[in-house]
C-alpha cells in the first residue's frame, strides 16, 4: 500500500505510470463520465472512505465517479457529524475504526498535521485531497490534461503560474522538479516570502524564476495556471490583498504576450483573477481539465492499493 500525500514524496517514475495508466484507461472507455464501469473491476468490493473539513464540488465528484468506474463504492463523512470533530475521539482510534471499515481514506484538511496524525496510525492508503500546503491530485491531473493537449512531455513546455503563492502552487513547484519543467511564476512581491515555497525553489533554481511582473512572466508561455487570490485557509483582508493583485488579472493583453496557441489552466472555482473572456474563450481549457480529475484519480487510487498495471 501506498500514500498520496505530497508530490515530492512520490517517486516521478510511479507519477509517471499513474499518468500512462490513466491515459490508457481513459482511452480505452466509451462513456468518460458516466458510472460504467471498467472491464476489468479492478477494486470491485473496496470502499473509499472520503472526508472534507473544508468545501469541495470537484475533488468529491471526481473521486465519486473513479471509484464507481473501478467497481468499488465510496463513503462520504462530514466531520461535524464524527466524534473526532467535536474532540470526543482521537485521530488514532478514529484511524483505526477507518482502516477496519474502508479500504482508502480521502481527506481533505484544513491542517496538514492531521494527514501526519492519520498516517502514524492508520493501516489503509491516505490521499491528499487538498491541505494548506499542497493540492497534489489536482496538479497530477493537470499534468495529464496539458500532456493530453499539448501532445508533448510537460518537461519540453513552458509553464506559467500567475497568481499567489498558495497550496496549487505548491504543489506545481513539486512536480517541475519531478518531470523536470521550466516554470515561471507571476506574483506581487510582498507575496514571494512564502517559508516552503522558498525552499522549493532554491532545489530547482535553474528552471524556477519569479517575477513581479506578469507580462515578463507570460512571455513564451505554453500554458498560463491561474487560482483564487484568496484561498480557503487564508486569513487575510480579502479586499486588500484582492487589490494586491488587479495588475495580476489574467485578460486578453496579458494572454497575447504568450505563444499563440498558449492554453488557460484554472483549478476552480474561479474569482476575479481571471476575465471572463479568457475563461470562456478557446484557450481555455478549465472543463476538460475538472473531467480529467476523474481519470488520474482512477489511477492513484489504484495505485495506492497496489493495483496499478
Ligand atoms: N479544484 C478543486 O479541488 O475543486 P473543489 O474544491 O471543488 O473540490
Ligand atoms: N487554492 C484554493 C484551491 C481550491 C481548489 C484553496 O485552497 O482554496
Not at 89 to 111: C, H, P, Q, V, Y
Not at 255 to 277: N, Q, T, W
Amino acid at each position: 500500500m501506498k500514500h498520496f500525500i505530497n508530490i515530492n514524496d512520490i517517486p516521478t517514475k510511479d507519477l509517471r505510470k499513474i499518468l500512462t495508466d490513466a491515459k490508457k484507461r481513459k482511452n480505452l472507455r466509451k462513456n468518460l463520465n458516466n458510472l460504467d464501469v471498467d472491464k476489468n473491476l479492478p477494486l470491485k468490493g473496496k470502499m473509499l472512505i472520503q472526508m472534507f473539513e473544508k468545501s469541495s464540488l470537484r475533488t468529491r465528484l471526481s473521486f465519486y465517479l473513479a471509484i464507481k468506474q473501478l467497481g468499488g463504492s465510496t463513503l462520504t463523512l462530514r466531520p461535524d457529524e464524527l466524534h473526532l470533530s467535536k474532540g470526543g475521539e482521537s485521530i488514532e482510534d478514529t484511524a483505526k475504526i477507518l482502516s477496519n471499515f474502508g479500504d482508502i481514506f480521502m481527506l481533505r484538511t484544513d491542517n496538514d498535521k492531521k494527514l501526519e496524525e492519520f498516517k502514524k496510525y492508520i493501516s489503509i492508503p491516505i490521499i491528499n485531497g487538498l491541505s494548506p500546503s499542497s493540492h497534489p491530485t489536482q496538479i497530477l491531473s493537470d499534468i495529464f490534461t496539458v500532456e493530453e493537449i499539448k501532445k508533448k512531455p510537460i518537461s519540453k513546455l513552458n509553464i506559467v503560474w500567475i497568481g499567489d503563492i498558495n497550496n496549487v502552487l505548491n504543489s506545481l513547484v513539486a512536480a517541475s522538479l519531478k518531470f523536470s519543467f521550466k516554470l515561471n511564476i507571476g506574483c506581487p512581491k510582498r507575496y514571494q516570502s512564502n517559508k516552503k515555497f522558498l525552499k522549493y525553489i532554491k532545489k530547482n533554481k535553474n528552471k524556477i524564476y519569479i517575477f513581479d511582473d506578469p507580462k515578463k512572466a507570460v512571455i513564451g508561455a505554453d500554458v498560463i495556471f491561474s487560482d483564487k487570490v484568496v484561498s480557503m485557509n487564508d486569513k487575510v483582508d480579502k479586499i486588500k490583498k484582492l487589490n494586491h493583485f488587479k495588475k495580476f488579472r489574467i485578460d486578453k493583453k496579458l494572454m497575447s504576450y504568450a505563444k499563440k496557441d498558449c492554453i488557460f489552466l484554472h483549478c476552480l472555482p474561479r474569482g476575479k483573477e481571471v476575465d471572463e473572456e479568457v475563461f470562456l474563450s478557446k484557450q481555455s481549457k478549465v472543463w476538460l481539465q475538472a473531467l480529467n480529475r476523474v481519470h488520474v484519480q482512477k489511477s492513484i487510487l489504484l495505485y495506492t492499493i497496489g493495483k496499478l498495471r
